[in-house]
Protein backbone atom coordinates (compact mmCIF):
# COMPACT_ATOMS: atom_id res chain seq x y z
CA UNK A 1 0.00 0.00 0.00
CA UNK A 2 1.81 3.29 -1.29
CA UNK A 3 1.63 6.70 1.04
CA UNK A 4 -0.41 8.27 -1.92
CA UNK A 5 -2.96 6.16 -1.55
CA UNK A 6 -3.40 6.09 2.33
CA UNK A 7 -3.88 9.79 2.45
CA UNK A 8 -5.87 9.64 -0.63
CA UNK A 9 -8.46 7.26 1.59
CA UNK A 10 -8.17 9.65 4.35
CA UNK A 11 -9.08 12.76 2.79
CA UNK A 12 -11.90 10.47 0.77
CA UNK A 13 -13.06 9.20 4.21
CA UNK A 14 -13.31 12.76 5.43
CA UNK A 15 -15.50 14.60 2.58
CA UNK A 16 -17.86 11.50 2.87
CA UNK A 17 -18.39 12.63 6.25
CA UNK A 18 -16.93 9.12 8.70
CA UNK A 19 -17.57 10.76 12.45
CA UNK A 20 -13.63 8.91 13.60
CA UNK A 21 -10.68 11.13 12.49
CA UNK A 22 -8.64 8.39 10.56
CA UNK A 23 -5.31 8.54 10.94
CA UNK A 24 -2.43 6.76 8.60
CA UNK A 25 -0.85 5.34 11.50
CA UNK A 26 -3.93 3.55 12.40
CA UNK A 27 -3.06 1.05 9.78
CA UNK A 28 0.69 0.39 10.23
CA UNK A 29 -0.72 -2.62 11.81
CA UNK A 30 -3.23 -5.00 11.51
CA UNK A 31 -6.85 -3.41 12.98
CA UNK A 32 -9.56 -5.36 12.62
CA UNK A 33 -12.10 -3.61 14.54
CA UNK A 34 -11.35 -0.42 12.80
CA UNK A 35 -11.47 -1.82 9.24
CA UNK A 36 -14.87 -3.46 9.94
CA UNK A 37 -16.52 -0.01 11.73
CA UNK A 38 -15.27 1.41 8.20
CA UNK A 39 -16.34 -1.44 6.23
CA UNK A 40 -19.86 -1.39 7.98
CA UNK A 41 -20.59 2.22 7.65
CA UNK A 42 -19.21 2.72 4.21
CA UNK A 43 -21.54 -0.41 3.67
CA UNK A 44 -24.88 1.67 5.49
CA UNK A 45 -24.18 4.73 3.57
CA UNK A 46 -24.18 2.73 0.35
CA UNK A 47 -27.51 1.04 0.92
CA UNK A 48 -29.17 1.66 4.29
CA UNK A 49 -31.89 -0.92 4.55
CA UNK A 50 -28.99 -3.49 4.30
CA UNK A 51 -28.68 -6.17 6.72
CA UNK A 52 -25.40 -6.78 7.57
CA UNK A 53 -23.88 -8.90 10.78
CA UNK A 54 -21.58 -6.46 13.14
CA UNK A 55 -20.67 -9.29 15.63
CA UNK A 56 -16.69 -9.58 14.85
CA UNK A 57 -15.61 -11.24 18.11
CA UNK A 58 -14.46 -14.73 16.57
CA UNK A 59 -12.23 -15.46 13.64
CA UNK A 60 -16.00 -17.55 12.38
CA UNK A 61 -17.60 -14.31 12.74
CA UNK A 62 -15.05 -12.64 11.17
CA UNK A 63 -14.64 -14.54 7.88
CA UNK A 64 -18.41 -14.06 7.99
CA UNK A 65 -18.47 -10.65 7.95
CA UNK A 66 -15.65 -9.95 5.32
CA UNK A 67 -18.11 -12.95 3.14
CA UNK A 68 -20.91 -10.63 3.85
CA UNK A 69 -19.59 -7.66 2.99
CA UNK A 70 -17.50 -8.82 -0.38
CA UNK A 71 -20.92 -10.49 -1.75
CA UNK A 72 -23.12 -7.65 -0.77
CA UNK A 73 -20.65 -5.23 -2.63
CA UNK A 74 -20.07 -7.60 -5.71
CA UNK A 75 -24.08 -8.02 -5.97
CA UNK A 76 -25.21 -4.47 -5.15
CA UNK A 77 -22.01 -2.31 -6.48
CA UNK A 78 -20.65 -4.57 -8.61
CA UNK A 79 -17.02 -4.39 -6.47
CA UNK A 80 -14.75 -7.35 -6.58
CA UNK A 81 -13.39 -7.29 -3.12
CA UNK A 82 -10.40 -9.61 -2.07
CA UNK A 83 -11.37 -10.99 1.22
CA UNK A 84 -7.82 -11.85 1.69
CA UNK A 85 -6.69 -8.24 1.89
CA UNK A 86 -9.58 -7.53 3.75
CA UNK A 87 -8.86 -10.06 6.40
CA UNK A 88 -5.80 -8.75 7.16
CA UNK A 89 -6.60 -5.39 8.48
CA UNK A 90 -3.65 -3.70 6.96
CA UNK A 91 -2.60 -1.50 4.35
CA UNK A 92 -4.05 -4.01 1.90
CA UNK A 93 -7.14 -3.71 3.20
CA UNK A 94 -7.09 -0.01 2.86
CA UNK A 95 -6.50 -0.55 -0.45
CA UNK A 96 -9.26 -2.75 -0.88
CA UNK A 97 -11.87 0.34 1.13
CA UNK A 98 -10.80 2.84 -1.33
CA UNK A 99 -12.78 1.00 -3.83
CA UNK A 100 -15.95 1.31 -2.13
CA UNK A 101 -15.09 5.08 -0.88
CA UNK A 102 -13.96 6.26 -4.69
CA UNK A 103 -17.56 4.80 -5.47
CA UNK A 104 -19.15 6.93 -2.90
CA UNK A 105 -16.99 10.15 -3.38
CA UNK A 106 -17.59 10.17 -7.31
CA UNK A 107 -21.55 9.83 -6.62
CA UNK A 108 -21.40 12.24 -4.30
CA UNK A 109 -19.16 14.62 -6.69
CA UNK A 110 -21.64 14.25 -9.48
CA UNK A 111 -24.60 15.01 -7.11
CA UNK A 112 -22.83 18.06 -6.23
CA UNK A 113 -21.88 19.24 -9.93
CA UNK A 114 -25.46 17.91 -11.02
CA UNK A 115 -26.94 20.41 -7.86
CA UNK A 116 -24.51 23.30 -9.00
CA UNK A 117 -25.60 23.20 -12.84
CA UNK A 118 -29.08 22.87 -11.85
CA UNK A 119 -28.69 26.24 -9.73
CA UNK A 120 -26.46 27.79 -12.49
CA UNK A 121 -29.22 27.04 -15.19
CA UNK A 122 -31.45 28.61 -12.63
CA UNK A 123 -29.57 31.99 -12.40
CA UNK A 124 -29.12 32.03 -16.38
CA UNK A 125 -30.41 29.15 -18.68
CA UNK A 126 -28.46 30.87 -21.48
CA UNK A 127 -25.08 29.93 -19.93
CA UNK A 128 -25.36 26.30 -20.84
CA UNK A 129 -22.18 25.52 -22.61
CA UNK A 130 -23.34 22.65 -25.58
CA UNK A 131 -19.39 22.21 -26.92
CA UNK A 132 -18.76 20.00 -23.29
CA UNK A 133 -21.64 18.01 -23.97
CA UNK A 134 -20.50 17.33 -27.49
CA UNK A 135 -18.82 13.26 -26.68
CA UNK A 136 -22.00 12.89 -24.62
CA UNK A 137 -24.18 13.65 -27.54
CA UNK A 138 -22.21 11.56 -29.65
CA UNK A 139 -22.50 8.44 -27.37
CA UNK A 140 -26.46 9.20 -27.04
CA UNK A 141 -26.31 8.71 -30.95
CA UNK A 142 -24.83 5.58 -31.40
CA UNK A 143 -27.02 3.97 -28.54
CA UNK A 144 -29.77 5.14 -29.82
CA UNK A 145 -28.61 3.33 -33.07
CA UNK A 146 -27.82 0.63 -31.57
CA UNK A 147 -30.99 0.08 -29.56
CA UNK A 148 -32.75 0.66 -32.91
CA UNK A 149 -31.17 -2.21 -34.71
CA UNK A 150 -31.51 -4.55 -31.69
CA UNK A 151 -35.15 -4.04 -31.73
CA UNK A 152 -35.29 -4.65 -35.52
CA UNK A 153 -33.65 -7.93 -35.53
CA UNK A 154 -35.24 -8.90 -31.83
CA UNK A 155 -39.17 -8.06 -33.54
CA UNK A 156 -37.69 -10.45 -36.99
CA UNK A 157 -36.61 -13.11 -34.66
CA UNK A 158 -40.01 -12.55 -32.49
CA UNK A 159 -42.05 -12.97 -35.83
CA UNK A 160 -40.48 -16.11 -36.73
CA UNK A 161 -41.32 -17.86 -33.31
CA UNK A 162 -44.50 -19.15 -33.89
CA UNK A 163 -42.91 -21.70 -36.85
CA UNK A 164 -39.54 -22.08 -34.59
CA UNK A 165 -41.79 -23.36 -31.78
CA UNK A 166 -43.73 -25.89 -34.01
CA UNK A 167 -40.48 -27.02 -35.38
CA UNK A 168 -39.13 -27.30 -32.18
CA UNK A 169 -41.97 -28.51 -30.15
CA UNK A 170 -42.06 -31.67 -33.17
CA UNK A 171 -38.52 -31.89 -32.87
CA UNK A 172 -38.79 -32.71 -28.72
CA UNK A 173 -41.90 -35.21 -29.44
CA UNK A 174 -40.45 -37.17 -31.81
CA UNK A 175 -38.61 -40.02 -30.52
CA UNK A 176 -35.58 -40.75 -30.69
CA UNK A 177 -34.19 -43.38 -33.23
CA UNK A 178 -30.96 -45.36 -32.13
CA UNK A 179 -30.73 -46.57 -35.49
CA UNK A 180 -30.50 -42.99 -37.55
CA UNK A 181 -28.60 -41.55 -34.30
CA UNK A 182 -25.78 -44.11 -34.88
CA UNK A 183 -26.22 -43.89 -39.27
CA UNK A 184 -25.41 -39.85 -38.74
CA UNK A 185 -22.77 -40.57 -35.98
CA UNK A 186 -21.07 -43.54 -38.48
CA UNK A 187 -21.16 -40.90 -40.95
CA UNK A 188 -19.54 -37.93 -39.18
CA UNK A 189 -17.00 -40.48 -37.81
CA UNK A 190 -15.93 -41.25 -41.68
CA UNK A 191 -16.25 -37.65 -42.65
CA UNK A 192 -13.74 -36.84 -39.84
CA UNK A 193 -11.39 -39.93 -40.97
CA UNK A 194 -11.36 -38.16 -44.65
CA UNK A 195 -10.40 -34.80 -43.16
CA UNK A 196 -7.81 -36.60 -41.03
CA UNK A 197 -6.30 -38.61 -43.93
CA UNK A 198 -6.65 -35.38 -46.46
CA UNK A 199 -4.41 -33.71 -43.88
CA UNK A 200 -2.43 -36.98 -43.25
CA UNK A 201 -1.50 -36.35 -47.21
CA UNK A 202 -0.97 -32.66 -46.87
CA UNK A 203 1.63 -33.04 -44.49
CA UNK A 204 3.33 -36.10 -46.43
CA UNK A 205 3.26 -33.75 -49.07
CA UNK A 206 4.63 -30.91 -47.16
CA UNK A 207 7.44 -32.93 -45.85
CA UNK A 208 8.30 -34.25 -49.20
CA UNK A 209 8.53 -30.14 -50.03
CA UNK A 210 10.56 -29.18 -47.33
CA UNK A 211 13.29 -31.54 -49.06
CA UNK A 212 13.31 -30.60 -52.05
CA UNK A 213 13.58 -27.30 -50.95
CA UNK A 214 16.20 -28.14 -48.52
CA UNK A 215 18.32 -30.29 -51.89
CA UNK A 216 17.56 -27.11 -53.93
CA UNK A 217 18.93 -24.86 -50.89
CA UNK A 218 21.78 -26.79 -50.31
CA UNK A 219 22.56 -27.06 -53.93
CA UNK A 220 22.41 -23.16 -54.66
CA UNK A 221 24.79 -22.84 -51.34
CA UNK A 222 27.31 -25.16 -53.47
CA UNK A 223 27.06 -23.34 -56.69
CA UNK A 224 27.82 -20.04 -54.62
CA UNK A 225 30.70 -21.40 -52.92
CA UNK A 226 32.14 -22.45 -55.88
CA UNK A 227 31.11 -18.53 -57.63
CA UNK A 228 33.33 -17.09 -54.83
CA UNK A 229 36.05 -19.24 -54.96
CA UNK A 230 36.49 -18.48 -59.01
CA UNK A 231 36.01 -15.06 -57.94
CA UNK A 232 38.90 -15.15 -55.43
CA UNK A 233 40.62 -16.47 -57.99
CA UNK A 234 39.86 -14.10 -60.79
CA UNK A 235 40.65 -11.34 -58.73
CA UNK A 236 44.43 -12.76 -57.32
CA UNK A 237 45.39 -13.12 -61.24
CA UNK A 238 46.30 -10.29 -63.07
CA UNK A 239 45.40 -9.80 -66.77
CA UNK A 240 47.75 -10.03 -69.30
CA UNK A 241 46.31 -6.61 -71.00
CA UNK A 242 46.69 -4.90 -67.78
CA UNK A 243 50.27 -3.51 -68.35
CA UNK A 244 49.33 -2.16 -71.40
CA UNK A 245 46.30 -0.46 -70.07
CA UNK A 246 47.80 1.43 -67.42
CA UNK A 247 50.60 2.53 -69.99
CA UNK A 248 47.93 3.97 -72.03
CA UNK A 249 46.06 5.39 -69.28
CA UNK A 250 49.30 7.48 -68.39
CA UNK A 251 50.05 8.48 -71.98
CA UNK A 252 46.19 9.36 -72.09
CA UNK A 253 46.34 11.78 -68.99
CA UNK A 254 49.43 13.34 -71.08
CA UNK A 255 47.58 13.86 -73.99
CA UNK A 256 44.77 14.98 -72.26
CA UNK A 257 46.90 17.90 -70.59
CA UNK A 258 48.29 18.64 -73.96
CA UNK A 259 44.07 19.21 -75.23
CA UNK A 260 43.76 21.23 -71.77
CA UNK A 261 46.56 23.45 -73.00
CA UNK A 262 46.00 23.70 -76.48
CA UNK A 263 42.19 24.42 -76.04
CA UNK A 264 42.64 27.50 -73.40
CA UNK A 265 45.46 28.66 -76.15
CA UNK A 266 42.04 28.52 -78.30
CA UNK A 267 39.97 30.21 -76.36
CA UNK A 268 42.32 33.11 -75.98
CA UNK A 269 43.34 33.23 -79.44
CA UNK A 270 39.09 33.13 -80.89
CA UNK A 271 38.68 36.01 -77.68
CA UNK A 272 41.79 38.01 -79.13
CA UNK A 273 40.67 38.00 -83.28
CA UNK A 274 36.88 38.92 -81.62
CA UNK A 275 38.23 41.72 -80.11
CA UNK A 276 40.54 42.78 -83.18
CA UNK A 277 37.60 42.42 -85.52
CA UNK A 278 35.28 44.42 -83.08
CA UNK A 279 38.38 47.22 -83.68
CA UNK A 280 38.40 46.88 -87.36
CA UNK A 281 34.68 47.28 -87.31
CA UNK A 282 35.10 50.71 -84.98
CA UNK A 283 37.49 51.90 -87.35
CA UNK A 284 35.86 51.05 -90.32
CA UNK A 285 32.54 52.67 -88.79
CA UNK A 286 34.54 56.44 -87.71
CA UNK A 287 36.19 56.13 -91.25
CA UNK A 288 32.86 56.02 -92.34
CA UNK A 289 31.34 58.71 -90.81
CA UNK A 290 34.10 60.67 -91.25
CA UNK A 291 33.87 60.54 -95.14
CA UNK A 292 30.21 61.49 -95.03
CA UNK A 293 30.80 64.37 -92.45
CA UNK A 294 33.53 66.07 -95.38
CA UNK A 295 30.92 65.07 -98.11
CA UNK A 296 28.51 66.81 -96.35
CA UNK A 297 31.00 69.88 -95.96
CA UNK A 298 32.04 69.90 -99.77
CA UNK A 299 28.26 69.78 -100.90
CA UNK A 300 27.65 72.98 -98.41
CA UNK A 301 31.10 74.55 -99.71
CA UNK A 302 29.73 73.47 -103.41
CA UNK A 303 26.95 75.27 -103.12
CA UNK A 304 28.27 78.25 -101.82
CA UNK A 305 30.23 78.51 -104.36
CA UNK A 306 27.24 77.81 -106.88
CA UNK A 307 25.98 81.13 -105.04
CA UNK A 308 28.79 83.32 -105.72
CA UNK A 309 29.24 82.38 -109.33
CA UNK A 310 25.08 83.24 -110.05
CA UNK A 311 25.88 86.37 -108.48
CA UNK A 312 28.89 86.98 -110.54
CA UNK A 313 26.95 86.52 -113.46
CA UNK A 314 24.22 88.99 -112.84
CA UNK A 315 25.98 91.43 -111.48
CA UNK A 316 27.82 94.18 -114.20
CA UNK A 317 31.27 93.56 -114.35
CA UNK A 318 33.53 95.59 -117.52
CA UNK A 319 35.27 93.03 -119.09
CA UNK A 320 37.48 93.80 -122.41
CA UNK A 321 36.23 92.87 -125.16
CA UNK A 322 39.77 91.53 -126.98
CA UNK A 323 39.87 88.93 -124.23
CA UNK A 324 37.74 86.04 -126.09
CA UNK A 325 40.33 83.44 -126.45
CA UNK A 326 40.16 79.75 -125.02
CA UNK A 327 43.20 80.49 -122.71
CA UNK A 328 41.93 83.27 -121.28
CA UNK A 329 37.96 81.30 -120.73
CA UNK A 330 40.34 78.87 -119.25
CA UNK A 331 42.12 81.17 -116.98
CA UNK A 332 38.68 82.82 -116.11
CA UNK A 333 37.05 79.43 -114.75
CA UNK A 334 37.42 78.56 -111.38
CA UNK A 335 39.41 75.23 -110.20
CA UNK A 336 37.81 72.09 -109.73
CA UNK A 337 38.12 70.46 -106.80
CA UNK A 338 38.29 67.08 -106.34
CA UNK A 339 35.74 64.75 -104.46
CA UNK A 340 36.86 63.11 -101.26
CA UNK A 341 35.66 59.81 -99.81
CA UNK A 342 37.67 59.36 -96.65
CA UNK A 343 40.29 62.38 -97.58
CA UNK A 344 40.31 61.25 -101.14
CA UNK A 345 37.95 61.38 -103.86
CA UNK A 346 38.13 61.47 -107.52
CA UNK A 347 35.36 62.72 -109.84
CA UNK A 348 34.42 62.23 -113.86
CA UNK A 349 32.25 64.97 -116.10
CA UNK A 350 32.63 68.22 -113.73
CA UNK A 351 30.40 70.89 -115.25
CA UNK A 352 31.75 74.12 -114.98
CA UNK A 353 30.18 77.43 -115.20
CA UNK A 354 31.98 80.99 -116.02
CA UNK A 355 31.52 84.42 -117.07
CA UNK A 356 33.26 85.92 -120.10
CA UNK A 357 33.17 90.20 -120.84
CA UNK A 358 32.00 91.11 -123.79
CA UNK A 359 32.25 94.55 -125.47
CA UNK A 360 30.22 97.64 -124.79
CA UNK A 361 26.56 96.27 -126.27
CA UNK A 362 24.52 93.65 -124.17
CA UNK A 363 23.86 91.71 -127.18
CA UNK A 364 27.27 91.00 -128.03
CA UNK A 365 28.17 90.09 -124.55
CA UNK A 366 25.32 87.50 -124.44
CA UNK A 367 26.35 85.97 -127.65
CA UNK A 368 29.86 85.91 -126.86
CA UNK A 369 28.83 84.25 -123.63
CA UNK A 370 26.83 81.64 -125.47
CA UNK A 371 29.31 80.96 -127.74
CA UNK A 372 31.83 80.19 -124.88
CA UNK A 373 29.87 78.14 -123.22
CA UNK A 374 29.25 75.60 -126.40
CA UNK A 375 33.22 75.51 -126.51
CA UNK A 376 33.92 75.18 -122.92
CA UNK A 377 31.34 72.17 -122.73
CA UNK A 378 33.47 70.25 -125.65
CA UNK A 379 36.34 70.99 -124.45
CA UNK A 380 35.44 69.62 -120.66
CA UNK A 381 35.58 66.23 -121.45
CA UNK A 382 39.28 66.29 -122.85
CA UNK A 383 39.97 68.28 -119.73
CA UNK A 384 38.31 66.30 -117.31
CA UNK A 385 40.40 63.20 -118.09
CA UNK A 386 43.50 65.24 -117.48
CA UNK A 387 42.52 66.36 -114.56
CA UNK A 388 41.34 63.01 -113.39
CA UNK A 389 44.85 61.77 -112.88
CA UNK A 390 46.05 64.60 -110.90
CA UNK A 391 43.12 64.46 -108.30
CA UNK A 392 44.91 62.80 -105.98
CA UNK A 393 47.54 65.48 -105.46
CA UNK A 394 44.98 68.42 -106.45
CA UNK A 395 42.19 67.03 -103.40
CA UNK A 396 44.72 68.73 -100.64
CA UNK A 397 44.26 72.42 -102.05
CA UNK A 398 40.65 72.10 -100.99
CA UNK A 399 37.58 73.14 -103.09
CA UNK A 400 38.13 76.43 -102.03
CA UNK A 401 41.01 77.45 -103.58
CA UNK A 402 40.09 76.05 -106.78
CA UNK A 403 36.79 77.24 -107.10
CA UNK A 404 35.26 74.37 -108.83
CA UNK A 405 31.70 71.95 -108.65
CA UNK A 406 32.35 68.41 -107.73
CA UNK A 407 33.36 65.93 -110.64
CA UNK A 408 29.95 63.98 -111.16
CA UNK A 409 31.19 60.83 -111.02
CA UNK A 410 34.00 59.78 -108.38
CA UNK A 411 36.42 56.66 -107.42
CA UNK A 412 37.15 54.86 -104.42
CA UNK A 413 40.41 55.24 -103.06
CA UNK A 414 42.62 52.16 -102.79
CA UNK A 415 42.50 52.79 -99.35
CA UNK A 416 39.33 52.17 -98.84
CA UNK A 417 38.86 49.29 -101.24
CA UNK A 418 41.78 47.23 -99.51
CA UNK A 419 39.88 47.99 -96.31
CA UNK A 420 36.48 46.53 -97.76
CA UNK A 421 38.45 43.65 -98.83
CA UNK A 422 39.34 42.82 -95.01
CA UNK A 423 35.69 42.13 -94.57
Known amino acids: MSFRDMRRFTEMMKVLGYPRLISMENFRTPNFPLVAEILIWLVKSYEPQTDIPTDVDTEADRVFFIKAVAHFMATKAHIMLN ?9 YAVKEMLKISSVLYNAMKTAQ ?3 GGQAEEDEGKFKFDLGSRIPE ?10 ITSRGASLYDLLGKEVELREMRTAAIARPLDINEIEKTLRAAIKEVLANVEKTKEMLSNLLSDERSLDAKIEKKKQELERSRKRLQTLQSVRPPFMDEYEKIEEELQKQYAVYVTKFRNLCYLESQLDEYHRREQERFEEAENTRRMM ?3 LREEEKDLMRSSLKDEDSDVD ?58 EDDEGEEEEEE ?18 PARGSMRSPLLEESDNDF
Open 83 to 91: TKHLYQADG
Open 113 to 115: MTL
Open 137 to 146: LKAARELASE
Open 295 to 297: QHK
Open 319 to 376: VPEDEGSDSDMEDSRPSKPGPTRNGIMAGRGACFIGTMQGGDSDETEDSEIGVDEDDE
Open 388 to 405: SKDLDDDILDGPAARGVH
